[in-house]
């Protein structure tokens, strides 16, 4: 009986598709959002722009890849930042909790970890490809700084998630980042106590690299990344030499 009432309900919803002008909901959804906003046609001409034949290279999508990579990195970040507590008492059990507690949250954390390495080797590749190919010369040299924005920002995110876990290995290679950062000339002493918070590293330091980590960054970032698009669909890839 069981069968013959979904059999009858499937052919039902057949028929009726069939004689009326039926769309998905998502459909219905999306033409109230452009009668209203108009933004079928200009997101159209963006994303259906042709691409030549020489661009179509897996060198090509080193940028992409790092983009890509970025937004797993929010996505496991914001996942991970509902467990993780920023204080020196707390954060290196609320990694351990993580990590044995939470479901999936040993995969969840090695994957925002290994995501972190992939976006960094991700964006030097990119930089490598982009200089190679000349694609810094005008009129691209505003693109080449904010590429170098984002390169040192994906470096920032790296060195403040490092300190995150509050063990040995972290506070030792905070203590060392710090000191390297505390030798430049000149601001190399303010550059010191800003990223420490004082001249030591205590909880203070966790709660300024956790704010720059989850804040600041990925901000900047974002911002950074929506320039950067926009002026490579303006300004078209540089050809190869």
Known sequence: MNGIFLFGTFQSISVWKNRTPWKPIGARLWEWIDERYQIADPLSKFLNKPVPQWQRRWWYCLGGLTAFFFSIQAVTGIMLAFYYEPTAETAYASIQFIETQVRFGASIRAIHHWSANGMVVMVVAHMIRVFVNGAFRKPRELNWVSGV?????????????YLLPWDQRAYWATTVGTEIAGGIPVIGELALVYLRAGWSITSLTLSRFYALHILIFPALIVAMMAMHFIMVRRQG?????
């Open 237 to 241: 890839i540089h050809k190869p030499l």
């Open 149 to 161: 924005v984002l390169f040192i920002t994906t470096l920032g995110f790296g060195f403040t998630g």
